[in-house]
């Protein structure tokens, strides 16, 4: 089985407030990340600061939410959180809270070009982005990332895959209230 994740701890410090609940057309921004893993069967949500507030306000479907205690010390602490929820998995597909436009086709295409051992990192004009897949041989040294470090370094190593999906998404995140506004437009 393939599971999703969903990175959504942080604080939304340069958002200046808890962005997983500001409205892009009429929903919170994190119910369009969980859109769009609508195809898989598992999919956990990684959940830190104001986490009480994020779960009783948005939509999570069949999505686990989890928290992640930890969250204040880096994404690798969210990584770590949401991979061990996952548990036994042929790989993680991961994306972030704060990228709405991501869609299930791009989900789609990255999880066909997954060959069983090889990680896949969407590209966007040739820009790194998401969503990931990490296959489960290198889920336990993604397990040993600490502060700030996403699996960048990981996915060099293991020779990703690196698949354009201009075509089927947007890699605009929201970390400000005028990157919202630029997506609302």
Do not use: N
């Not at 502060?147 to 370094?153: E, F, I, K, N």
């Amino acid at each position: 089985m393939i599971g999703g994740l969903v990175l959504a701890a942080g604080e939304g410090s340069r958002f200046g407030g808890p962005k997983q609940l500001a409205e892009l057309d009429g929903r919170p921004l994190l119910e369009h990340a969980l859109d769009a893993m609508s195809g898989l069967d598992r999919v956990v949500v990684v959940l830190g600061a104001r986490a009480d507030e994020i779960r009783s306000r948005v939509d999570f479907g069949r999505a686990q939410p989890v928290v992640c205690d930890d969250w204040a010390s880096g994404q690798a602490a969210s990584l770590r959180a949401g991979l061990a929820a996952l548990g036994d998995v042929e790989a993680a597909v991961v994306t972030l809270g704060d990228q709405p436009r991501i869609t299930p086709e791009a989900i789609a295409f990255a999880i066909s070009k997954f060959d069983g051992e090889h990680p896949v990192r969407v590209t966007y004009g040739g820009r790194p982005g998401h969503p990931v897949v990490l296959p489960a041989g290198i889920i336990p040294r993604a397990m040993e990332l600490e502060g700030d470090q996403g699996a960048r370094l990981l996915l060099e190593e293991a020779g990703a895959l690196e698949v354009d999906a201009s075509h089927l998404a947007s890699a605009a995140d929201v970390d400000t209230p005028d990157d919202l506004e630029v997506l609302r437009r």
